[in-house]
């Protein structure tokens, strides 16, 4: 089974960037799709960001958070990253990468997603 281990999270203020990795070990790296998802206190899960593991690697991104955060692929590490420009306090969560093994369902549909990482906190104070 593939297991997936973000970091990069951390404390900024408004404004600041931050660069999260999700790393890929383990199983047979068979992907579709990787994605980015958020939740903060109180509220549900939420698309951020994905990434089509192929096809030129097109990626498809969240209303709230388009023109300030990049989704990212390096193939041969298995990795995908997520440059977060212009952190605002309403981007703090707890920030989780997801594999999609299948093309079945949309992108920012987590039932698209089987294997999901621990998160990693992002805080950005004003």
């Known amino acids: 089974q593939v297991q997936l281990v973000e970091s990069g999270g951390g404390l900024v203020q408004a404004g600041g960037s931050l660069r999260l990795s999700c790393a890929a070990s383990?199983?047979?790296?068979?992907?579709?799709?990787m994605g980015w998802f958020r939740q903060a206190p109180g509220k549900e899960r939420e698309f951020v960001a994905a990434i089509r593991w192929g096809y030129g690697g097109i990626t498809y991104y969240a209303e709230s958070v388009k023109g300030r955060f990049t989704i990212s692929r390096d193939n041969a590490k298995t990795t995908v990253y997520l440059q977060m420009n212009s952190l605002k306090p309403e981007d703090t969560a707890v920030y989780y990468c997801?594999?999609?093994?299948?093309?079945?369902?949309?992108?920012?549909?987590?039932?698209?997603?089987?294997?999901w990482g621990q998160g990693t906190q992002v805080t950005v104070s004003t």
């Open positions: 997801a594999r999609g093994v299948f093309p079945s369902g949309s992108y920012e549909n987590s039932h698209a997603y089987a294997d």
């Open positions: 383990g199983g047979t790296f068979s992907t579709y799709r």
